[in-house]
């Protein structure tokens, strides 16, 4: 399989909910030769694992099934590899759906891995009894505050276990949580055999994994000078073409839409970098600061130079757990006077409320009036014009299900008792949902042992 | 010097990072990007978000992606599933930035056409 001098990956999925005709495109427009899909956020382990309490053949990311069914047999036709995070909190169940996609499409043959060993739920108290405290990251607080509220705990595993599944034969990789990066990085390891100690070669495809990531964030998406990106309606998902050296091209099949050049590669390379000398990934960290990068053709930014050095001796760890209800609801209230009127509004909600024993503290609630300068409260020029409408957004957070749950109630109310030119309200009463706490924590990695098993159709 | 708008001389892009937001900002030109490494200091960006960020601000630097990278510590409303603001994720923070009208010094103007990325 070595030997290689250009190898082709693109990502479709840019995360949980992204349009599945990324992905279908990407195996249709142009050359490829891996497709990467990123289905997972932090919010989503959590889902998964009550999907899974309640089914045991849930808990994964069943759009993957769904595109696997569209795309077979182009990917088998042009030989496309796929590596996909929608393993979720059940990659075995993930597998066997997709077995089924294979048989019912006749394809015998196709190897298919489960990489697996990031989930630790179970082993919690054992990793915590054997030292590891699991201190948020961010608060440096103790786990045992929260623990037994704990809904799901998972390692961001690397890229090596991915290339190990690619170098036993699979064409199609399912994993659990890894990073995201890794997804990319996977098979530049497993095609160009570089090692751990490959450090600004990891680092390198560490940060082609994140200029991919998004998806279309690096083909003219959610772009800054927006009105002169083309046909953004059929945007082109990125492609790298790699090189064994570490350098590679960010670009995107010919006669797709969007653009790639220096501002839009560095709009995405400045996403949620954080501190960029020092990326830190469980394969290497890399140097954000230490690459060129230069226009070599139409759609083409060519990046080269990136610096890593060893990775640290900890896995982060991404838990979430049950940290109380919120619950939002909206109106619609139009003019004259929208603002004057959603304010009043709101002041109606909260009295009735209170005058029924149910009050609400200011970190409890939230009141907004979308269209009169939410997003970008205080960083707008005074004496802006009257908006004609004001969505009027109120929420309410807390520990008691039954308090948050009163607020639902009385949002609606005011369409018939509150001033005139109150709409909007067809989504009827706001419900309860579930907060989902996200707890980062740090895990020594001796304490994992990844795994890889792969299974033929 | 004339007043202008940030987004005259440097692009954004926004995200979530734990409970604050990841504002990084990409200027135009090489002029564009000496003015504002001096100028745009993390206490001014705080101030600017002042009504959206309760928390501090800490900026990094990338000389060879002309990139200035803030953190803003508190600015999601408790972050992730936690927040019922509009904006949980930050996304329109980068923009927000850009709203900033700024005192740019004329020489840094003409080496950044309007609309431009050198």
């Known amino acids: ?457 | 010097m004339p007043q202008t708008p940030l987004m005259r001389i440097a692009q954004a892009r926004s995200g979530d990072k734990g409970e604050g937001s990841n504002v990084g900002l990409i200027a135009r030109s090489e002029a564009a990007y000496v003015f504002l490494k001096d100028f745009l200091t993390a206490e001014r960006v705080q101030q600017h978000f002042a009504q959206i960020n309760p928390g501090g601000v800490v900026r990094f630097e990338a000389d060879n992606m002309r990139v200035l990278n803030f953190l803003l510590d508190n600015s999601l409303g408790g972050g992730g599933s936690a927040s019922l603001i509009t904006d949980a994720q930050g996304k329109t923070h980068g923009l927000g930035l850009l709203r900033m009208v700024v005192d740019v010094p004329a020489d840094v103007l003409d080496a950044t056409p309007e609309g431009s990325f050198q």
């Open chain 1, 1 to 457: 399989m070595q030997g290689k001098q250009t190898v082709r990956v693109a990502n479709g999925q840019g995360f949980w909910g992204d349009s599945i005709l990324g992905a279908i495109r990407l195996t249709e427009e142009g050359p490829l030769d891996y497709l990467t899909l990123d289905y997972l956020a932090e919010v989503t382990m959590s889902i998964m694992q009550k999907l899974r309490m309640r089914d045991p053949k849930k808990g994964y990311a069943t759009d993957f099934v769904t595109l696997i069914d569209r795309i077979l047999p182009r990917m088998l036709e042009k030989n496309i590899k796929v590596v996909a995070n929608a393993g979720g909190v059940n990659p075995h169940a993930c597998k066997d759906a997709i077995m089924e996609v294979l048989a019912k499409h006749g394809a015998s043959g196709v190897k298919v891995a489960v990489v697996e060993g990031d989930d630790i739920l179970d082993g919690l108290d054992g990793l915590m009894s054997g030292g590891e405290e699991f201190k948020n990251m961010d608060t440096g607080e103790g786990l045992t505050s929260v623990r037994d509220k704990v809904t799901s705990a998972n390692v961001y595993l690397g890229a090596f276990p991915i290339a190990e599944a690619l170098d036993d034969g699979a064409q199609i990789v399912i994993t659990g949580r890894g990073t995201d990066p890794g997804l990319v990085l996977g098979p530049l390891i497993h095609e160009f055999g570089w090692k751990v100690d490959d450090l600004d070669k990891l680092a390198a495809g560490t940060v082609a994994g994140h200029i991919l990531e998004c998806g279309a964030q690096c083909t003219g998406g959610n772009f800054t000078d927006w009105q002169r990106i083309p046909d953004l309606a059929m945007i082109g998902y990125p492609v790298i073409e790699a090189s064994p050296d570490g350098s590679f091209v960010v670009t995107k099949h010919d006669g797709t839409g969007g653009a790639v050049d220096r501002s839009t590669v560095l709009h995405q390379l400045a996403y949620e970098m954080g501190d960029p000398n020092n990326y830190i990934t469980p394969d290497v960290i890399a140097d954000f600061t230490s690459f060129d990068l230069v226009q070599e053709g139409e759609n083409r930014v060519k990046i080269a130079g990136v610096k890593g050095s060893p990775a640290t001796p900890t896995y982060k760890v991404s838990m979430s757990y049950a940290d109380g209800w919120k619950s939002v609801g909206q109106l619609t209230i139009c003019g004259p006077d929208a603002l004057a009127k959603a304010q009043l509004c709101a002041d109606i909600v909260w009295k009735r409320l209170e005058f029924d024993g149910f009050s609400y503290s200011d970190e409890e609630r939230l009141m907004e009036f979308v269209g009169a300068g939410v997003c970008h409260a205080g960083l707008l020029e005074e004496g802006a014009a009257e908006p004609s409408e004001v969505v009027l957004r109120l929420g309410v957070k807390g520990p008691d299900k039954k308090k948050v749950g009163r607020f639902g109630s009385e949002l609606v109310p005011l369409v018939t008792s509150g001033p005139p030119g109150v709409t909007g309200f067809a989504g009827g009463r706001p419900k309860p949902s579930e907060i989902v706490g996200y707890w980062p924590a740090l895990l020594t990695k001796s304490k994992i042992d990844p795994s890889v098993s792969v299974f033929t159709s």
